[in-house]
C-alpha cells in the first residue's frame, strides 16, 4: 500500500464545466452537471435537455485499469444473480472507460431512488432488508476473480487498523483520538483470535446506506434497492461486507445499536455464518468505526475545500459512539446468542461445571450459610417481579417499594431477605419512558436487618483478584469470577482462598444493608449499578448476553433458581398453534403483557407503554376497589338474577340516575357484553314495533353474535360485509362529514334526508322500519362526531316511519366524551333503547340495555328473558365498584381536561406534519386520521401502520381502525395524565419528524 492510499487521497481537480465538456466530448451529450459528494473521486450527476439523467465518475489516479474491469466484471456477477445495479454506459468509441485530462472516467445509468444515508430512522424490516442486500452481494461475488481485485486499498478490513493508528494523528480532539486508539486496539485484539478463519472474496466493500438508492414502498418507508459504487471493490473477508453494511446503520438510531442484530440475522438466513465469522461482526463494525472517523479527520486535513466530507464528519463520529456504547464483548456475546452459537470461548464454559465445596457435604446447606455462615433464622425470597401479588395498587410505583418488601419481611422475622437473580423487577419499571428500563439484575442481592457485623466468606476457591472499599473479586480456578458487593474486605490482593475461608464482613448499621453476589465469565464488563447499593441491573435488550456473563448464583446460596427471560416468542408460537385464523392479534412482533395498572401496561421484561386503546377498562388496569368488590362478592355469593338480591336493583338504580333528567327510560336488563347487548336492543326494536327491518350505518361495527353481526357493515372488520347481510338489515349511508357522500359542518341535514329517502323505500316495499342503530360517535371511524342537527332529525324520521331509535354506547358512552356522560348527548337526542357495556365493568364480562318499560315487556310475546351471568350478584357489585371510582376519581372531568389537552397536541403536530388530516373526536375518544392529501384525503394506511410499529417501540400502544385503517384510535382509560398525554404527543412527534 502506497503512503498516499495511507495518508488519504485528494480529490481529481474537475469542476462542473469540465464535467460538461466531458459529456459532450467523450459521451457526445449536452448535459447540466451537478457534483455528487465522494471523498477520494469526483462524481456528477448529468442532466441532458429532455431530463434524462445519467452520473459521471471521476476516478482518482490511484486506482488503476485492472481495477476497473474488475468492478466492471462485478456489476455482470451483480446483474446475473438478480442484484438491482447500474449499467455502465459506453463512450463515443464504445468503450467503458474513457480518458480526459490525464484522468479515467466513466458514466452509468442514473438509479432510481435516492441514496439512504440522510434518512432518519430504520423500521426492522428496512435495517433486514439492508442485510438481505448484503448476503445477495457475497452470493453474487463469491465466485469472482480478477487481477484488479488483489491490489490492496486502505477500506480492505484486514488493514482497518493499522489505517486508524496511521491516520489517527489528524484527529485533533486529544479525547476523541484516544476513545479511537483504544477501541481499534481492543477490536483488533478481538479480530486476531479468528482472523485466520475467516472465508475470503471478491466483496463491494462500501455497500453502505451512503452506497444503496432506495425506494419508498406503500407504507412510505423507503427500502433499500439499487447498489451503487464499486470503488472499494476488492478481495476481502466475506464478513466484512456485512460489518461495513452494518455500521453504516448505527447513526440512524446512535442509542440503539443493537437494532443491528436484525440486520446481522437476515444476512445470516441468506449467507449462513461460521462461528468464527459470528465472532468478528462486532469487531469489525468497530473498526469499520474507528477508521472512518480516523480518515474523516484526515480528509479535512488535506483536502479541507471537501464539503461531502466535512458533512460526513458529524455521521462518522456517531457511528463509532454507537458501535462503541455497548462493550465489545458483549456486543459479541449478542450476535452469537441470536445466531444460536454457544458462545464458549475457549477455557471458559457458560455455566458452572464443578462447585468447590459441592456434593454431600451441600445437600442439606441452608439458604445462604455458604456465603454468610453466621446467619441464623429463615430466609425470605422477596417477589419484586413483573407478575407480583404483593406489589397490587401500583406499590410499585413508590420510590421504596423495595425497601417496603425488605423491611416487611425482616419485620416478620427473617434473618435476611432476598432479591433473586434474573428476576425483572416492576420495581425498576420507567413508565412515560421511550426506551426500557434496566430491570434485569446480573446478582442475587441479600438484605440483612440493621445490627453489628456479618462475617462472609467464600463459597468458592479461588484468588482474591481484586479489592475496594466495599467489593471483592475472586477469580476461581475454573474460569469464572466470584464478585461480592457490599463487603468490607480482611484479606490482601493475590491471597489464595479455599471455599468456607473468611473475606470480610457486612459491617454494623443502624439500617438494613445490602450484599450483592454476582457471578462473571471473563471479558464481561462491569454493567452499571442499579443503585449505590445492591444488585447491578441491565435493559431487556442486554439480557441475551447478560445471561451468558453472568450465572445464577442460586446453586452456590441454596436458593431456589428463579431467572426469567423474555418468553414473548415463545407464547407467540403456542397461541399460533391453538388460535383460529379469524382471531385478531396486534403487532408484527408482540410483546407479552403480564401486568397492567392505571394507563399503563407493562411487558414480562418491565417495559412499560403507554396504553392509549384500552378503552374498556374505563378506569384504568387493576383498579383496587373493583378488586376488592368482586373479591368480596365472589366470597359471599354470586347466583343468578332470577333470585332477589339487592345488588341488581341497586345498580339498576345508579345507571338509570345517569340518564338525563327529562329520560323517559325507566328499565335496565344485563347481559356479558356489547355483542349481547346489541343483540337484545335488536330483538327488542323488532317484538315492541312488530316488524323485522333495522337500518343500520354503513362501517359501523356492533359485535359478533348472529344478530349483532348483521347489522356490523364495517368492510374493516369484514370484507364481505356489504355483500352478505340478512334481507332484515337495510345500510344507511354513513354521515362521515370529512369523506362522506356529503361533506362539511351543514352536511346533517341532507344525510338525514337520504335516511329518509331509504325509509321511505323502504315502506313501500313493504318493509317498514322496525328500529335505527346508530353509534352516538361514529368510533368504529375513529371518534367521528357527527354532523350537527343528523342524529336529532333521523331520530324523528324514524319515529315517523314507527321505528324505535337504538344509541349503541358500547365504546362511546359512560363518560368518555367529557363534557357529557352519553354520546347522544352530543346531539342533544334521546334514544328509545341504549345498548351499554365495555367500561361498564373496568374488563369484567358486563353489558346493558336501557329502554322503557314499554319496549322491554314486548319480550314477553317471546317468552321470558334470562342471562346466567348478566344481572348476577357478582357483575353488578363489580358495576357498583366501576360507578363509585368514577365519581370519587373524577374521571369524566379528567376525559374532558386531559382529552383537549391530547387533542390540542395532536392538532398542533398537524401544523407541522403533512400526514395528519382531521383531528376526530371529543374527551377521550378521538382519532387522529392519517392522509397522503389533504385534499383528496387519500388514507395512509399503510404509513398508519408502520407508525404504530414505531410508537411500540417508543413505549406507546396506539392502533389503527376506520373502514380504511388509517386513524390511529385514541381511546385509553379515562385516568390518563397530562404527563402521558404529553409523552404520546411528543412520541408521534417524533415518529413524524425522524420516519417510521
Not at 430504520?122 to 439492508?130: K, M, Q
Not at 480456578?477 to 463487603?487: E, I, M, R
Not at 340518564?659 to 346489541?678: I, K, M, Q, R
Amino acid at each position: 500500500m502506497t503512503e498516499e492510499q495511507m495518508g488519504g487521497l485528494v480529490r481529481p481537480d474537475v469542476s462542473v464545466t469540465d464535467a460538461a465538456a466531458i459529456a459532450r466530448e467523450c459521451y457526445g451529450i449536452t448535459a447540466v452537471a451537478t457534483e455528487l459528494g465522494s471523498n477520494q473521486d469526483r462524481n456528477f450527476v448529468l442532466t441532458e435537455p429532455d431530463g434524462s439523467r445519467s452520473v459521471l465518475r471521476v476516478d482518482n489516479p490511484v486506482f488503476t485499469d485492472a481495477a476497473r474491469d474488475a468492478q466492471h466484471a462485478a456489476l455482470e456477477a451483480y446483474r446475473a444473480a438478480g442484484v438491482p445495479v447500474p449499467s455502465v454506459l459506453p463512450g463515443l468509441d464504445g468503450a467503458a472507460t474513457q480518458r480526459w485530462g490525464g484522468f479515467a472516467v466513466r458514466r452509468s445509468e442514473f438509479a432510481p431512488g435516492a441514496p439512504m444515508v440522510d434518512l432518519g430512522y430504520f423500521a426492522p424490516v428496512v435495517l433486514e432488508e439492508f442485510g438481505a442486500l448484503a448476503a445477495a452481494s457475497v452470493r453474487a461475488l463469491a465466485h469472482l476473480t480478477h487481477p484488479g481485485l488483489a491490489s490492496e486499498h486502505m477500506w480492505v478490513m484486514s488493514v482497518a487498523y493499522e489505517q486508524t493508528v496511521a491516520l489517527a494523528p489528524a484527529i485533533t480532539d486529544d479525547e476523541l483520538r484516544a476513545r479511537v486508539l483504544v477501541a481499534a486496539e481492543q477490536a483488533q485484539a478481538a479480530l486476531a483470535e479468528v482472523a485466520e478463519a475467516l472465508p475470503t472474496q471478491a466483496i463491494h466493500g462500501d455497500l453502505t446506506d451512503d452506497n444503496v438508492t432506495g425506494l419508498p414502498g406503500d407504507d412510505a418507508r423507503v427500502h433499500p434497492h439499487t447498489v451503487l459504487d464499486l470503488g472499494d471493490l476488492a478481495y476481502g473477508w466475506r464478513v466484512s461486507e456485512l460489518a461495513v453494511t452494518a455500521s453504516s446503520m448505527l447513526h440512524h438510531e446512535q442509542d440503539r445499536p443493537l437494532r443491528l442484530l436484525d440486520l446481522v440475522a437476515a444476512f445470516n438466513r441468506d449467507a449462513p455464518l461460521s462461528v468464527a465469522e459470528a465472532r468478528a461482526v462486532w469487531p469489525l463494525i468497530v473498526l469499520r468505526a474507528t477508521v472512518l472517523v480516523a480518515s474523516g479527520w484526515r480528509q479535512l486535513q488535506i483536502d479541507g475545500d471537501n464539503e461531502y466530507a466535512r458533512e460526513r464528519v458529524a455521521g462518522e463520529q456517531a457511528i463509532f459512539e454507537a458501535a462503541t456504547l455497548i462493550p465489545l464483548a458483549e456486543a459479541t456475546e449478542q450476535v452469537l446468542a441470536r445466531l444460536g452459537f454457544h458462545g464458549v470461548p475457549a477455557g471458559a464454559g457458560l455455566r458452572l461445571l464443578a462447585v468447590p465445596g459441592a456434593g454431600t457435604e451441600r445437600s442439606d446447606a441452608e439458604p445462604l450459610r455458604a456465603v454468610l455462615p453466621g446467619l441464623a433464622g429463615p430466609v425470605a425470597v422477596l417477589d419484586a417481579g413483573i407478575e407480583s401479588e404483593v406489589l397490587d395498587a401500583g406499590k410499585w410505583r413508590a420510590a421504596d417499594a423495595e425497601a417496603a418488601l425488605v423491611a416487611n419481611a425482616l419485620a416478620e422475622g427473617a434473618a435476611a431477605a432476598v432479591f433473586p437473580y434474573g428476576v425483572f423487577r416492576l420495581t425498576r419499571t420507567a413508565v412515560d419512558a421511550a426506551a426500557a428500563a434496566a430491570t434485569w439484575p446480573v446478582d442475587t442481592e441479600v438484605w440483612l436487618p440493621a445490627g453489628e457485623a456479618a462475617a462472609v466468606v467464600t463459597p468458592l476457591a479461588g484468588q482474591l483478584a481484586s479489592v475496594g472499599t466495599d467489593h471483592i473479586r475472586i477469580e476461581t480456578a475454573d474460569g469464572w469470577t466470584l464478585v461480592l458487593h457490599g463487603v468490607a474486605p480482611s484479606m490482601q490482593v493475590g491471597t489464595q482462598l479455599s471455599a468456607g475461608d473468611s473475606v470480610g464482613a457486612v459491617a454494623a448499621s443502624a439500617h438494613p444493608r445490602a450484599l450483592a453476589i454476582g457471578l462473571r465469565r471473563p471479558g464481561a464488563s462491569e454493567p452499571d449499578a442499579g443503585a449505590p447499593i445492591g444488585a447491578a441491573f441491565v435493559t431487556p435488550e442486554r439480557v441475551p448476553a447478560w445471561a451468558r456473563f453472568s450465572h445464577d448464583p442460586a446453586d452456590l446460596l441454596a436458593l431456589p433458581a428463579l431467572a426469567q427471560r423474555d418468553e414473548a416468542a415463545d407464547e407467540l408460537e403456542r397461541r399460533t398453534r391453538i388460535f383460529a385464523s379469524a382471531q385478531e392479534r396486534y403487532y408484527e412482533r408482540p410483546m407479552q403483557i403480564e401486568r397492567g395498572w392505571r394507563h399503563h401496561l407493562i411487558d414480562t421484561t418491565g417495559r412499560a407503554y403507554v396504553d392509549v386503546v384500552n378503552n374498556v377498562t374505563g378506569l384504568g388496569h387493576g383498579h383496587p376497589g373493583v378488586a376488592d368488590a368482586m373479591n368480596r362478592q365472589s366470597r359471599i355469593l354470586n347466583t343468578n338474577s332470577r333470585f332477589l338480591f339487592r345488588e341488581l336493583a341497586e345498580y339498576s338504580e345508579r345507571l338509570l340516575a345517569l340518564l338525563p333528567a327529562d329520560s323517559e327510560l325507566d328499565t335496565v336488563l344485563l347481559v356479558n357484553s356489547g355483542s349481547e347487548a346489541v343483540d337484545l336492543a335488536l330483538r327488542l326494536a323488532q317484538a315492541a314495533t312488530g316488524r323485522r327491518t333495522v337500518v343500520s350505518l354503513r362501517e359501523a361495527y356492533h359485535g359478533w353474535t348472529m344478530a349483532s353481526d348483521a347489522v356490523t357493515t364495517s368492510a374493516y372488520d369484514n370484507p364481505y360485509a356489504l355483500e352478505n347481510r340478512p334481507d332484515w338489515v337495510h345500510v344507511a349511508d354513513v354521515p362521515n362529514r370529512f369523506r362522506g357522500t356529503h361533506r362539511g359542518e351543514d352536511s346533517g341535514a341532507r344525510y338525514a334526508a337520504d335516511l329518509g329517502a331509504d325509509l321511505e323505500r323502504l315502506a313501500a316495499d313493504g318493509r317498514d322500519v322496525a328500529g335505527f342503530i346508530c353509534e352516538s360517535v361514529l368510533g368504529n371511524a375513529g371518534g367521528v362526531m357527527l354532523p350537527d342537527g343528523y342524529l336529532a332529525d333521523a331520530y324523528q324520521r324514524v319515529r315517523d316511519a314507527g321505528g324505535l331509535c337504538i344509541a349503541d354506547e358500547v365504546q362511546v358512552g359512560f363518560g368518555r366524551m367529557g363534557s357529557t356522560f352519553w354520546g347522544f348527548e352530543q346531539s342533544g337526542v334521546r334514544p328509545d333503547i341504549i345498548a351499554i357495556a365495555k367500561p361498564m365493568g373496568n374488563g369484567f364480562p358486563l353489558g346493558g340495555v336501557i329502554t322503557s318499560k314499554r319496549v322491554a315487556d314486548a319480550l314477553a310475546s317471546q317468552g321470558q328473558f334470562f342471562s346466567s351471568a348478566g344481572g348476577n350478584p357478582l357483575s353488578c357489585r363489580v358495576g357498583l365498584a366501576v360507578l363509585d371510582a368514577m365519581a370519587e376519581d373524577g374521571l369524566q372531568e379528567n376525559a374532558r381536561v386531559v382529552g383537549g389537552r391530547l387533542a390540542d397536541g395532536f392538532r398542533e403536530l398537524g401544523a407541522r406534519h403533512e400526514i395528519i388530516g382531521p383531528v376526530h373526536g371529543e374527551g377521550l375518544y378521538l382519532g387522529v386520521e392519517l392522509v397522503r392529501d389533504r385534499e383528496t384525503m387519500e388514507p395512509a394506511k399503510e404509513e398508519a401502520a408502520a407508525i404504530c410499529e414505531r410508537l411500540k417501540e417508543l413505549g406507546v400502544i396506539v392502533l389503527t381502525t376506520s373502514e380504511r385503517s388509517n386513524v390511529l384510535k385514541v381511546k385509553p382509560p379515562l385516568c390518563l395524565t397530562a404527563e402521558s398525554a404529553d409523552f404520546v404527543v411528543a412520541a408521534l412527534d417524533r415518529v413524524l419528524t425522524e420516519g417510521w
